[in-house]
């Protein structure tokens, strides 16, 4: 009998969002009304994707000193809570399937109709109107054969956690870990299934954009040796009464990372001590991290965006140099409040074909502070409140909600989101 070395793994990935229990055919855009997608993944690790049985183990009166097995007696085959973790260098394409299946309805997309630019931001979904409960579930593959149906394939999988990482030369990696409904191994690879790889550039720690500021006024270039960021979502599995999980109900969204900043940061307003003083003081600051542009508008942009809570900043040496090593969580800001109609921060409120564009005065700055996904909080007079999801920043204080308020609001705030990750993969994924 033929042997298979480790080399000969084969990977691929796909999302639907039908139901828990269905399966995907991996192949040419399945996700995608383009056609362009391809479902093979280039992965960093070997994963084997177990299949999480349970086994319900009661020790009985049975008269023996050893355990017995059969019908009714000391073994039963419980629940299954498949779990398993992919790494790969990232590039737009590829981080668009884990970064869904771990934000789910914290999901808008920019569509330019096919042509591009093509802008997907992915944020918490705290505000969510819909349940807590998945919604979209991802689809994996190991093939083990070409042939036989002995290749293993992963159904309804969800994101629970994930960490984007870079540092100097190297390429930015994700580490995603998943929680499934069921790993089959019987599966049969057939000719349809795609294996084939996305051909965009991996993403380099050298091509990187480095900002920060203070989430109000222009951010400031900044230099950095390199972050670490995690996001966890917390799902639960619920099984009712069933073998295999029924719903995954995502909880709370928790992100946090290391940052290193030298000491001498080449700012104006963050070097030296200007970070330890903001951890002493509990000030938050703003990180913006992107390979291309900041509001992504070409195929393999990737833009990160989060406010740090600092949570520790010892002054230290990295080797040769010292630097602020940064800890910090991520945290939801009101970082832009107006009175509309009191000290002009807001200039005019327009409202057109069902959207509404709000435009700030100078003394606010929108780009660079305001991202898709954040919320603008409308207060009337009556103080009457209503939250409407910002899905476009279209110029340094300008910006779109997806819906019209009612009436003239008498006050606006922005509720900044913990992160904002915006991709451009030159796909029309209709989110």
């Known amino acids: 009998m033929a042997q298979r070395g480790q ?28 056609g362009e997608e391809k479902s093979g993944i280039l992965l960093n690790n070997h994963p084997n994707f177990p299949p999480g049985q349970n086994v319900i183990e009661t020790r009985k009166a049975s008269g023996s000193a050893s355990r017995k097995d059969g019908t009714g007696l000391e073994f039963n085959q419980g629940t299954r809570e498949p779990s398993f973790t992919i790494e790969f260098d990232v590039s737009a394409k590829v981080l668009y399937i884990p970064l869904h299946l771990l934000c789910q309805r914290g999901a808008v997309e920019e569509d330019a109709g096919g042509s591009g630019p093509n802008t997907k931001w992915f944020f918490p979904y705290s505000y969510e109107v819909t349940p807590s409960a998945a919604e979209y579930w991802g689809g994996f593959v190991r093939r083990l054969s070409v042939s036989a149906s ?13 960490t984007l990482s870079s540092e100097f030369n190297s390429a930015l990696v994700c580490s995603t870990e998943f929680m499934a409904r069921d790993v089959e191994n019987d599966y049969r690879v057939t000719a349809s299934d795609n294996f084939e790889f996305t051909e965009d550039a991996t993403l380099l720690w050298q091509g990187a954009t480095t900002l920060i500021g203070d989430g109000s006024g222009v951010m400031e270039a900044v230099d950095l040796d390199g972050f670490s960021l995690t996001i966890n979502t917390n799902p639960t599995r619920k099984f009712y009464s069933n073998q295999l999980t029924q719903k995954f109900l995502m909880m709370d969204v928790t992100a946090e990372g290391t940052i290193k900043v030298p000491f001498t940061a080449g700012t104006t307003n963050f070097e030296d001590n200007v970070l330890l003083r903001n951890f002493i003081s509990g000030t938050p600051v703003r990180f913006s991290i992107y390979w291309g542009g900041q509001y992504p508008n070409a195929n393999n942009d990737l833009s990160i965006n989060f406010i740090a809570r600092i949570t520790d900043a010892p002054v230290g040496q990295d080797e040769d140099e010292i630097v602020t090593d940064v800890s910090f969580q991520c945290v939801e800001k009101i970082f832009i409040d107006s009175i509309a109609n009191g000290n002009n921060n807001v200039t005019s409120i327009a409202d057109s074909s069902g959207t509404t564009t709000i435009t700030w005065a100078a003394s606010q700055t929108a780009l660079g502070n305001v991202f898709p996904g954040d919320y603008a909080l409308m207060i009337d007079a009556t103080e009457a409140q ?27 705030q922005i509720f900044s989101q913990p992160f904002n990750i915006g991709i451009d993969d030159n796909l029309d994924r209709s989110i």
């Open 386 to 412: 209503t939250k409407f999801l910002i899905d476009n920043v279209s110029a340094i204080d300008t910006y779109t909600l997806t819906a019209t308020p009612s009436g003239s609001p008498a006050e606006v």
């Open 150 to 162: 002995d290749s293993h394939r992963v159904v309804g999988a969800v994101a629970s956690s994930m």
């Open 7 to 34: 080399y000969e793994d084969r990977f691929a990935m796909e999302i639907q969002n039908t139901t828990i229990s269905t399966t995907v055919a991996f192949a040419d855009g399945v996700d995608t009304t383009s």
